[in-house]
C-alpha cells in the first residue's frame, strides 16, 4: 500500500508544486506518493512559470502540472499534510477536522523529524509509523516565533528567490524522507 503526502500552499502554483516535485524526486525510493493543491486555487492553472523552471531540475516534467483547491476528500485521502503556512494549516483543519493530526506545517515538520526517534520495528506502514514517531517527539521540540513555521511566498520576486524558496522545501523534506525510510 502507498500513503500519501499532500502539500498545501494558497494558490498551488508555486510553493506547493515546487514541493511537489522535490519531494517526488527525494521520496521516489520510499512507498508514499505525493501531491498538492492550495487552499485559495484555481483549478486548471499552470505552475508558475520560476516555480516551473525550479521543477524541471527535478527530472520531471512540469508542463504537465495543473493546479487544483484543497478539498476535503484530498485531506482525508492523505496520510500526511504538509502546509506553507499556520493560515493555510488552519484552513485544511477547519475543512477536515477530523486530519487534525495529520496537518502540519512543512517546517514544523521537519522540526519534529529531526528529533524522532525511528520505530523500534518495521510497521509495513512507514508513514503511518513516521506520524507516531512526530509525535512522540512534540514534548521535546523547543519552541519557536510562530512566523517561523511559515515558508515564505516568492511570488512577486525573481528566480533566485523561487530557487532559495526550493532549497528551503528540500531542507525540510530531508528529514522527512529520513525519518520515513527509518520506519519502512
Known sequence: MTDRIL???????????????????LLAKLPVTVASAGTHAVDGHPMHPYAAEVATGTG???????????????????????????????????LAPAALH?????????????LASGPQAAT??????????AALA??????TAPADDDLTDPIGNGL???REC??????????????????G
Not at 495529520?102 to 529531526?114: C, G, M, N, P, S
Not at 509495513?124 to 514517531?133: D, E, F, N, V
Open 7 to 25: 502539500f498545501v500552499c494558497h494558490a498551488n502554483l508555486c510553493r506547493s508544486p515546487m514541493a511537489e516535485f522535490v519531494a517526488t524526486d
Open 60 to 94: 520531471r516534467d512540469p508542463e504537465t502540472f495543473r493546479s487544483r483547491r484543497v478539498t476535503a476528500d484530498l485531506l482525508r485521502d492523505a496520510a500526511l499534510v504538509l502546509t506553507a503556512t499556520r493560515g493555510q494549516r488552519s484552513t485544511c483543519v477547519g
Open 102 to 114: 495529520r496537518v502540519f506545517t512543512l517546517r514544523q515538520f521537519a522540526r519534529l523529524a529531526e
Open 124 to 133: 509495513g506502514a512507514p508513514l503511518t509509523a513516521a506520524l507516531r514517531a
Open 138 to 143: 512534540r514534548g521535546r521540540l523547543q519552541p
Open 160 to 162: 533566485a528567490e523561487f
Open 166 to 183: 526550493a532549497r528551503e522545501i528540500e531542507r525540510c523534506v530531508l528529514p522527512v524522507a529520513a525519518l520515513i525510510e527509518a520506519a
